[in-house]
């Protein structure tokens, strides 16, 4: 998946959360999901697009 594609996606999701979320609460098990969902698309954007920092 492209960069462009998976940004695409990231903001997908972060609509459909707050939209699950103001409709049904933030703790409630579609806005649950939903967030797990982004976070996947989130972790999946960091470890392929986002370099890693050296702390030494």
């Known amino acids: ?3 462009q ?3 695409t996606l990231i903001e997908q999701k972060r609509t459909e959360l707050i939209q699950v979320a ?5 703790s409630s098990a579609a806005a649950i999901r ?3 969902e982004l976070d996947a698309l989130l972790n ?3 470890r392929t ?3 890693k920092v050296r702390t030494h």
């Open 22 to 26: 103001m409709k049904s609460g933030l």
């Open 5 to 7: 594609e998976l940004l």
């Open 34 to 36: 939903y967030s797990q």
């Open 49 to 51: 697009f986002i370099k």
């Open 1 to 3: 998946m492209c960069k």
């Open 44 to 46: 999946e954007y960091n």
